[in-house]
């Protein structure tokens, strides 16, 4: 797929800049503002490490590679509201440029390649943007500036010199452009579906692989190498999780402090979390699976309870689902999963009140998936947080509709930062059966992940990975996936 399809990737940026023209303008008519201005965004900067040289590799920021596509750092772009006509502002490039770091190619190349109605350099942004303004007074620009409400920052609205010459809204875009990334369209679908097809091919890879004695970032670069080797992969979606044993109850794993590091066990659970992505689109799969190929009675229990979680959150979702209601589904599946294995006890509705589900899956069932990991949109305007225990980590309360990406990925946990609080308080302690609890301490965690496209009458997933037990050990011994059908 890599190159295959230049022209119809840039296609999808000219139909996303399409949509948010369609929305913005909506908005406007129905305000009873006029439909002049600018939508004016400016895209990122490659990033020094600290004071030396070093480059970054460079990964365009999300909503101007939404709108436009462009993989250089160090442009501006603009749309004419009232015309639709689209202009890339590209940085003038010093001489040097071309002795090294390649061609510098002319204004009219990024005009064709990014199917713009005009490029000019960004030095000329102020002069360019005033000519184009059909109206009288001081031109209106339409910048990016809104809450991202997975990561609490904020986005910047572009600056250039020569912007006090123009009317500034700040408040405007943001909300109409997130909601535009949340309901993906059919190429945007292609795209996350690659991206999850390469993605669900290295895990199994990895599953493969995987040995006892082995080091967790051999499974990392495992996958890395597959999606880049043979997908074209160049950027993951994030950083890769490869924890195994304990490790597997730290939700983010794979970080800096905690880097992938750990020698494999015997008797050690797995637990990978990666995706990669492809022309900005991305994905987000989790497998879990014993290192060693066969699962243990208790790994059975607790892979059992996250799978069948899994399984019962997307045969329920279609569009008008709440996704509140498929969290707490998730909940009550494992409660009831653990209590049949002795692992907790008593009544589960009673669990289900005092919030003891979170002590054991203390994140949200999942998220919105596209450019971004945690794409945005998660919270419209008016919606706020749930304060309980695990439902104040949920990405989104939203009704599902048709047209979403988001993450199904419930978990199962045993982790004393936790478990403790929960043994100690009156409220819950008296629902854990504290020798099982014991009995499980340092047995990690397990979550199953998969993308899930919501769909007119239902939901489709995008994850193609081994799933049921026997199909794991299966793939872990040699066989064939997807498995061959007698």
């Not at 102020?126 to 620009?141: D, F, T």
């Not at 499974?219 to 994030?238: A, D, Q, V």
């Amino acid at each position: 797929m890599r190159d295959e399809h230049p022209k119809l990737w840039m296609e999808l940026h000219v139909k996303n800049r399409e949509k948010l023209l369609t929305s913005l303008r909506q908005h406007l008519s129905d305000s009873s503002r006029s439909l002049h201005g600018f939508v004016l965004l400016q895209g990122g900067e490659e990033q020094t490490r600290y004071d030396t040289d070093h480059l970054e590799l460079f990964r365009q920021e999300s909503y101007f590679a939404y709108l436009f596509g462009v993989i250089e750092p160090g442009f501006y772009a603009a749309i004419d509201v009232a015309t639709g006509n689209s202009i890339l502002f590209a940085p003038r490039l010093p001489s040097e440029y071309a002795v090294w770091l390649g061609e510098i190619k002319p204004l009219s190349y990024f005009k064709e390649h990014y199917m713009v109605t005009t490029c000019c350099f960004s030095d000329e942004i102020e002069s360019v943007l005033q000519q184009h303004y059909q109206c009288s007074g001081k031109p209106l620009l339409f910048l990016l500036h809104g809450l991202n409400t997975d990561s609490d920052n904020y986005s910047k609205p572009a600056q250039f010199q020569g912007i006090d010459k123009f009317d500034k809204d700040l408040t405007t875009l943001h909300p109409i452009l997130t909601e535009c990334r949340v309901i993906k369209s059919e190429l945007e679908i292609a795209l996350i579906q690659y991206a999850n097809d390469i993605s669900s091919e290295a895990h199994v890879e990895v599953m493969r692989k995987t040995k006892v004695g082995m080091k967790e970032y051999q499974l990392e670069s495992i996958f890395l190498h597959h999606t880049y080797m043979y997908g074209g992969c160049r950027h993951c979606s994030y950083t890769c999780i490869c924890a195994t044993g304990d490790n597997s109850a730290v939700l983010h794993y794979g970080h800096a402090a905690a880097p992938n590091d750990k020698i494999l066990e015997d008797g050690d659970m797995a637990l990978f979390d990666m995706g990669a992505e492809y022309h900005f689109y991305g994905s987000d799969i989790t497998c879990s699976f014993p290192v060693n190929g066969k699962f243990t009675s208790d790994q059975s229990l607790i892979y059992s309870a996250v799978l069948d979680a899994h399984n019962a959150v997307i045969s329920a979702m279609k569009p008008g689902i709440n996704w509140v209601d498929m969290h707490i589904l998730a909940e009550k599946v494992i409660l009831e999963s653990l209590k049949r294995g002795h692992v907790i006890l008593g009544d589960v509705d009673d669990m289900m009140a005092s919030r003891l589900g979170a002590a054991f899956m203390p994140h949200g069932l999942g998220h919105f998936l596209g450019i971004d990991t945690h794409d945005p949109g998660g919270y419209l305007k008016g919606l706020e947080r749930r304060k309980e225990p695990g439902l104040k980590s949920l990405r989104t309360i939203r009704d599902l509709r048709e047209g979403m990406v988001i993450t199904v990925e419930p978990g199962c946990y045993f982790i004393d930062a936790l478990l403790l609080p929960a043994m100690n308080s009156p409220e819950t302690s008296k629902f854990l059966n504290q020798e099982a609890i014991n009995r499980f301490k340092g047995f990690g965690g397990v979550r199953i992940e998969s993308d899930v496209l919501v769909t007119a009458t239902g939901c489709y997933n995008m994850t193609k990975c081994p799933r049921e037990m026997r199909e794991i050990e299966a793939v872990m011994a040699g066989a064939p996936w997807p498995a061959q059908k007698i």
